[in-house]
């Protein structure tokens, strides 16, 4: 075996699974059997060996915290709910992958992607710009013209402390 | 099965059902309903001529459907009496015009189309319940493509298919083209080991136990089919290989050496090659963590076991009662396995949990062996804390009859209830029912339970709650955290009863108006009642309560209601502390309060819940914590009640609105 | 709560103009007046992975506004149906929950009580219009055409969230729903398969190879269109084709209708009627069937 390959297990954090289970949306981390129903069923993993969700959650119980938030991984659950539908011990996958993005994001971890949106919501109030441009072209096709409110929405995320790094 | 049949002692009543059990302990009369059969039983000789012109073809349920009968069927090949039957849902009758055919097929002449259905009323002195268990559906689980994929099929259907007395005398082969499959995947927990939850909330993809022969069951068929056919490429989808009886995991190693592959992983989803019929099974190998994709010819999902659909009737006719899972429940799991609650009556094989053959023997002949020593008796002993009636009291009002769980007392219209002592269980769930209190607990009369609130809040009572706790789970709760010296606020005075049912809701006044801060109601878990489902009246007299505490001023909060095993001694210390928590708070206006306003104010005699008959929109409001959260309320779902945020049972119901 | 507010969220009303139009136009048909509420903003779906109480507090804030204008929720987008839902859940059951967020909106002049439903657009054909209505008011049968339904995944899952109004892993809704226009359903392998939207930010080649997976198998069962109901999908697998056939080096050219737009054909709507001039993939023979 590769020296890479061999995990120092003392830099393990065997309160991870707590510290997920507390925050809402992973309380049911505990109830994993490793069946595998999740994995099998995944359509992200059957495109990429990148994301394998019981994989993960073996990691998060096992106390892996710097790899599992570290690791870009969390981020690829396209939330599609198939494995919640699926999973035998309703361990709710999807929420549970958000939990874990919310602890990452809490440090700091947070994909460019998800910063540019941030950004977009504060700006806008909204993912996409609704200014004179759009009403104009709205108005083209008959619609009724949209007033953005971006305040309100700016507010909650200060609150909330979403971090703001957008571009 | 042909001995039963022969046997001088034995009266075999194939195709008939009970009706009604009336009576008790030795003296049981059933009523059981001998259906017809239109063919007579002790005439026929099973020569099969009726069967050919019979024009109704019929899918074989023995068979599980894969093949056919007649509306004239012999059951199965084995089955006793070896005599036809018809199914008159089916038959077109004896009109000429319409058939009769089988009748001018019979020489013998024992087809008679005007056989009635008869009741037959036989006395006994014991019942063995051994109803036995259904299988798992797997329809809900259409990921594995058991309703849309011809080749995917159940392990019971894959009986009949390896089985010389199936439809293809044994020789397997797969449903859509009949081709003697070569590979063969076996999916295992098919419809065992899933949570009842939000994405599960009635057990249609799964029960949460393990149905304990489906894994001893596939390794068997692996080595059938290895046996029969050595080439077939055999695959086994599993979490866990269950291999714990004798000899058990011997054969799991002579499966594997046969060189059976076991894959650590449940699939899933199954696709099917429209094309070929074949399967394709997406599974990750969680033990090497990879994805694979596994083809194969045919795919056996290995379904888990539920309990029979007809175990609540028989639960009614015997007054039994049910784990959460569904099957019957023993009188007690390591102590008193084959007993039910209700004397006299035993229970064997699966109606009582998923077992194998062995494991039915083996109970089978417990029961058995436990029928022999009642019957042999002349008298039999019983406790002797029972119920009795005072004549001079009674009302003849009949309510007490309709709350013992045990149908232990006999009433009829103007006439004085009676207690059968030998069928009384000791509960006091009717005697905490009688408005007259014309029924005596024999060691737990009214009186001595008085006297008990009496002594304890005799003086400053504002420093003390009082727990009313069932001797076999909450007060043996109490036990276990004193033995485990778990520390806990020692302000509760516990008075013992046998059953929260036993909890007449005047105690509870009474301790109010002599002024307890908090009053606990506590019994067993809400399906673990020892006394079938008496703790089922206790929650509703706590209602009742809750509603009258209101109506007089008083915070209903000060009522508790909790359920806590004999082994959570850790359940109990936090449930005083909560609770101590609770009466520390109630202040002394509050008590002086609750004293004046009950002594007027009367006890409702039912609660608003009762006049619910279909499920009503409501809020349910933790007493405990103060959570709140709605849901449609269900008035006969039976469900316990419990608060999500601090597990406490001190929930009510609000109905909003006028009812 | 009777009466509907038209929920549009972020994409559809720059980038679905199609799908908002055709939706419109069918509504007006079957008599259905929906309210165009001031204020709304995004429903919080972006925000959740990041801070669950922005998700929330965000997806509150638009059932508040609803709740005020005593409406209901209409939704075209699934990814918003499944976040207002989650959170008109949440704070109907929830005491607490609901008890902060009030405290929350109290200080933006807004509160919620818990009274709003959320529906999809479809599930609201589905189930309150009901099939056999629809079915009156088709006045063009498409029996010319053979569509692909794609149902996606917020439509129907957590499905307890949606009262299990359809399964999950065998649904028939949308195809009841286009079957009613008459037109012909044909199915695919791995229909229940998601579109890739949701990581498409975050590893687009990820994302469009199940973009690419799903447009193969569509294209396979040799159908006319693909029919979907929600804009993410939409964006996947119509703005995004070309970009998937240039990565793939294949052609698909496969068109992808709005259900709106679809129900619309066959209440005797023109392809411009229905925005059809806003859908990118544009094939011959729909060109063809609908030339006026």
Redesign the interface.
């Known amino acids: 075996m590769p020296e890479d390959d061999i995990i120092d297990v003392s830099d393990f954090d065997p309160n991870f699974r707590d510290e997920i289970a507390a925050e809402p949306g992973g309380e049911y981390i505990r109830r994993c059997f490793s069946c595998g129903t999740c994995s099998a069923s995944c359509p992200v993993g059957g495109v990429t060996d990148k994301y394998n969700p019981r994989r993960i959650i073996h990691m998060a119980l096992l106390g892996m915290r710097q790899e599992v938030l570290s690791s870009g991984f969390v981020w690829l659950c396209s939330v599609c709910y198939t494995c919640y539908e699926r999973c035998p011990q309703d361990v709710r996958i999807p929420e549970l992958m958000n939990a874990i993005r919310n602890i990452a994001v809490r440090e700091g971890r947070i994909p460019q992607t998800f910063k540019t949106q941030v950004g977009q919501l504060r700006a806008h109030g909204r993912l996409y710009e609704v200014g004179d441009y759009e009403n104009e072209r709205r108005q083209e096709y008959d619609l009724p013209p949209i007033r953005e409110e971006s305040a309100q929405v700016r507010q909650i995320l200060d609150d909330m402390d979403v971090e703001e790094e957008a571009e | 099965m042909m001995d039963v049949g022969r046997h001088p002692n034995i009266v075999l009543m194939a195709y008939s059902e009970v009706e009604e059990i009336a009576g008790y302990v030795g003296n049981f009369t059933v009523r059981v309903r001998k259906k017809a059969r239109y063919v007579d039983e002790d005439e026929c000789t099973a020569c099969g001529d009726c069967v050919e012109p019979c024009p109704v073809v019929k899918a074989d349920e023995f068979q599980m459907g894969l093949s056919t009968r007649r509306a004239i069927y012999i059951p199965f090949p084995q089955a006793v009496p070896s005599a036809y039957i018809i199914n008159a849902h089916e038959c077109l009758g004896n009109n000429p015009i319409a058939c009769g055919k089988c009748r001018e097929a019979c020489e013998k002449d024992c087809i008679d189309f005007d056989m009635q259905d008869e009741i037959v009323e036989i006395k006994v002195g014991a019942i063995v319940v051994a109803t036995g268990m259904d299988v798992y559906d797997p329809t809900?689980?259409?990921?594995y493509g058991y309703?849309?994929y011809t080749n995917v099929i159940t392990s019971m259907e894959f009986e009949r298919l390896i089985s010389a007395g199936g439809p293809t005398e044994g020789h397997l082969v797969r449903p859509s083209d009949r081709t003697q499959p070569r590979r063969i995947g076996f999916i295992q927990?098919v419809g065992s080991?899933?949570?009842l939850?939000?994405?599960?909330?009635d057990g249609a993809?799964?029960n949460p136990y393990c149905s304990n022969i489906c894994c001893m069951n596939t390794v068997k068929d692996s080595l059938l089919l290895k046996d029969h056919y050595p080439d077939t490429d055999i695959a086994v989808f599993y979490?866990d290989i269950r291999a714990f009886g004798k000899g058990f995991e011997d054969l799991y190693m002579r499966s594997r050496a046969e060189g059976v592959r076991y894959i650590?992983?449940?699939?899933?989803?199954v696709?099917e090659d429209p094309a070929t019929g074949n399967l394709v099974v997406?599974?990750?190998?969680?033990t090497t963590?990879?994805?694979e994709q596994h083809e194969f010819d045919m795919l056996v999902l290995s379904v888990g076991a539920i309990p029979r659909q007809e175990t609540d009737a028989v639960r009614q006719l015997l007054t039994l009662s049910r784990t959460g899972d569904g099957f019957l429940m023993e009188a007690h799991p390591k102590l008193r396995p084959v007993d039910s609650p209700t004397r006299g009556v035993y229970i064997a094989g699966c109606a009582e949990s998923p077992k194998d053959v062995k494991d039915s023997v083996t109970q089978a002949s417990a029961a058995a062996a436990r029928v022999e020593i009642l019957l042999n008796a002349p008298t039999i002993k019983v406790e002797a804390i029972t119920a009795v009636v005072d004549e001079e009291l009674c009302k003849k009002c009949g309510q007490c009859a309709d709350a013992c769980p045990y149908s232990a007392i006999v009433w009829e219209k103007k006439q004085v209830a009676r207690v059968i002592s030998a069928a009384c269980a000791g509960c006091g769930t009717c005697s905490a029912e009688c408005p007259y209190g014309a029924i005596t607990m024999r060691h737990f009369t009214d009186q001595q339970i008085y006297a008990m609130l009496d002594a304890f809040l005799a003086e400053d009572p504002q420093e003390k709650f009082i727990a009313f706790a069932c001797n076999w789970c909450s007060y043996a709760g109490a036990d276990t955290a004193g033995t485990s010296r778990l520390q806990y606020p020692p302000n509760a005075r516990i008075i013992r009863t046998m059953c929260s049912g036993r909890v007449r809701p005047d105690f509870v006044w009474y301790a109010f108006r002599k002024g307890a801060p908090v009053v606990l109601v506590s019994g067993c878990h809400y399906a673990d009642c020892h006394y079938i489902s008496a703790n089922r009246k206790a929650v509703e007299r706590v209602d009742v309560l809750w509603e009258g505490l209101e109506a007089a001023g008083v915070r209903p909060e000060r009522l508790q209601l909790d359920w806590c095993s004999a082994a959570e001694g850790q359940k109990w210390a936090r449930i005083m502390r909560e609770i101590e928590e609770l009466r520390a708070a109630v202040t002394a206006e509050e008590i002086d309060q609750a004293r004046q306003a009950l002594q007027e104010a009367k006890i409702p005699k039912r609660s608003r819940l009762d006049k619910l008959e279909k499920p009503t929109p409501a809020?349910m409001r933790c007493y405990r914590c103060g959570?709140?959260?709605?849901?449609v309320f269900d008035p006969h779902a039976d469900a316990e009640r419990m608060c999500a945020?601090c597990r406490s049972n001190s929930v009510r119901v609000m109905i909003d609105g006028e009812l | 709560m009777s009466r509907y507010a038209l929920y549009l969220g972020c994409t559809v009303p720059v980038r679905g103009l199609n799908y908002e139009l055709s939706a419109r136009k069918v509504l007006d048909r079957l008599g259905i007046q929906v309210a165009d509420l001031d204020g709304f903003a995004c429903c919080g779906f972006p925000a959740k992975p990041l801070d669950w109480k922005a998700g929330l507090l965000m997806a509150a804030r638009n059932l508040a506004l609803a709740e005020a204008a005593g409406c209901d929720l209409l939704t075209l987008c699934s990814a918003c149906t499944g976040t207002l839902t989650e959170a008109a859940h949440r704070l109907k059951e929830d005491a607490r929950l609901r008890a902060w967020v009030n405290e929350e909106l109290a200080r933006q002049g807004k509160k919620y009580s818990g009274k709003v439903r959320v529906r999809h657009f479809a599930r609201m054909l589905y189930e309150e219009t009901g099939v056999e209505r629809l079915k009156e008011l088709v006045t063009r049968e498409l029996t010319d055409l053979a569509v692909a339904p794609h149902y996606g995944c917020h439509y129907l899952k957590p499905s307890h969230l949606y009262d299990g109004f359809d399964d999950p892993e065998n649904p028939h809704s949308l195809e009841r729903l286009i079957e009613a226009t008459g037109a012909r359903v044909k199915h695919y392998e791995d229909e229940g398969q998601c579109c890739g939207g949701g990581i498409l930010g975050f590893d687009e080649d990820t994302a469009l190879l199940m973009t690419k997976q799903k447009l193969d198998h569509v294209v396979a069962a040799e159908v006319d269109a693909m029919v979907l109901i929600c804009p993410f999908c939409a964006i996947m697998y119509e703005a995004n084709q070309r970009r998937v056939e240039g990565l793939y080096n294949t052609a698909y050219k496969l068109p992808v209708l709005y259900y709106s737009q679809l129900l619309g054909l066959a209440m005797g709507m023109s392809l411009e009627e229905v925005g059809f001039k806003l859908n990118r993939v544009k094939s011959r023979k729909l060109a063809q069937l609908f030339r006026e």
């Open positions: 809900p689980m259409d990921e309703t849309s927990c080991r899933t949570a939850a939000e994405n599960n909330p993809r799964g979490m650590r992983g449940l699939p899933g989803e696709e997406h599974v990750e190998n969680t963590g990879l994805l809020t959570n709140e959260w709605a849901v945020a």
